[in-house]
């Protein structure tokens, strides 16, 4: 079956850095965009960095620009997103995401379960 796994969250003071990873089975990954999605409690969620299935376009949030980096390894089948210069305002759950338009029309998405990013002093 679809399993997206993320790891890599955890507790890191600001300025500091995380590599979150998204380990992918069950699809084929490399005709997915791959996504990282954020969420804080009472917000809805965002969407952080997107990247193509080959790799070669990526899009940021604004408010990440210069210090995330999202890639992927078709490879391996897992998708990663590099954060540096973290602030307490990136305290959330990230999610990662797999979406692809089949061609008749049907949307395949497909969500990890989350891991916990908490930037704190």
């Known amino acids: 079956q679809v399993q997206l796994v993320e790891s890599g969250g955890g507790l890191v003071q600001p300025g500091g850095s995380l590599r979150l990873s998204c380990a992918a089975s069950?699809?084929?990954?490399?005709?997915?965009?791959m996504s990282w999605y954020r969420q804080t409690p009472g917000k809805e969620r965002e969407l952080v960095a997107g990247i193509t299935s080959t790799g070669g376009i990526t899009n940021y949030l604004d408010s990440v620009k210069g210090r995330f980096t999202i890639s992927r390894d078709n490879r391996k089948n897992t998708l990663y997103l590099q954060m540096n210069n973290l602030k307490p305002e990136d305290t959330a759950v990230y999610y990662c995401?797999?979406?692809?338009?089949?061609?008749?029309?049907?949307?395949?998405?497909?969500w990890g379960q989350g891991t916990r990013v908490t930037v704190s002093s």
């Open positions: 069950g699809f084929t990954f490399s005709s997915y965009v």
């Open positions: 995401n797999a979406n692809r338009k089949g061609t008749t029309g049907r949307i395949y998405d497909y």
